[in-house]
């Protein structure tokens, strides 16, 4: 996977992105998105590190408690 962006993440519980993007996450945690097909899901246990590998339309600001998360695409 290459990417051309990246910037630090904006989390919200009513807002979508601008863009459909990658997350990576910076620091330990969950990560709550709402996908592009339009599922909410919480990924438990995120590491330091970790990409998901699935297109994000939104980075929910309830339920994510991992830190330093960045969107990329």
Do not use: C
Request: proline share 1%.
């Amino acid at each position: 996977m290459v990417l051309t962006h990246a910037f630090t993440a904006t989390q919200s519980d009513t807002t979508d992105l601008n863009k459909t993007v990658y997350v990576y996450v910076g620091g330990d945690g969950n990560v709550k998105i709402t996908t592009e097909g339009g599922e909410d899901v919480t990924f438990n246990g995120m590491s330091a590190g970790d990409w998901l590998p699935v297109k994000a339309v939104r980075i929910w600001s309830t339920g994510t408690t991992a830190t330093n998360l960045v969107m990329a695409w």
